[in-house]
């Protein structure tokens, strides 16, 4: 199953809820999280799109409405995945502190964050995505360009050994909103079941090869 972490504020849910109602359609399997913040609750837009859409629904869509700005940190805070919106001039108007946990980053470089680019150039600096010698790291070069558009969709872990999935959604406007979840206990769990199932295919194999010689 896959969970899409989408924000918006004011009339900007206009292409955000297009794609949450697209992707909820597209697969009975995601899961979506909007969070959705307004000055005042009677200057909501689309009120009625959005618990229509609820009600279809119900089990894989929450949706969240915060109504001060406060409320929207606050909310955004307190929530697992990390979540950053980085708009058409690559500025960082939107990012929780479970991005700054999540990637590493330092608490000085978090509280002046301004720009995208800011983040990808300390990643790149702390060799998060591998030496600029690596003739493998094509990863490294799509960072190195931009790291929005190329990769709607990767896995990847950092060098402490979190394995992070991150997923872009990008906007008709020229904005991204990108979450990270960590995935590290999920990714150990397949390797134990793969090596545990690689065992048992091993026993079942020297069990046939002992049959096979008692019947000689």
Known sequence: ATHHGLVAAGSGITPVLSIAASVLAAHDDTR???????R??????????????KDRYLS?????????????????????????MVDAQRRVPVVNRRVMELLGLPAELFAR????D????????????GPGGDAASGFRLFVEHGGLD?????ER????????????????????????TDITERKLA??????????????????AKNAANIRK
Not at 40 to 53: H, I, N, P, V
Not at 60 to 84: C, E, K, M, P, Y
Not at 150 to 154: I, M, N, S, T, V
């Open 157 to 180: 872990t950092r060098p402490d050994g979190t394995v992070l999935e991150v997923r872009t959604n990008l906007m008709p406007d020229g904005r991204a909103v990108r979450t990270f």
């Open 150 to 154: 190329a990769h709607p969709f990767y």
């Open 40 to 53: 005042k609750q009677r200057s909501t837009m689309f009120m009625e799109e959005l618990a229509d859409l």
């Open 190 to 207: 397949e390797e134990e079941l793969s090596a545990a199932t690689l065992e048992r295919r091993k026993k079942h194999a020297e069990l």
């Open 60 to 84: 894989r869509l929450t949706l969240q409405l915060v109504f001060s700005q406060q409320a929207f940190t606050d909310t955004l805070d307190n929530i697992s995945q990390g979540i950053i």
């Open 32 to 38: 979506v999280t909007l969070i959705y913040g307004n």
């Open 118 to 129: 800011e983040i990808l150039k300390w990643q790149l600096d702390q060799g998060e995505f």
């Open 113 to 116: 964050l301004r720009s995208f």
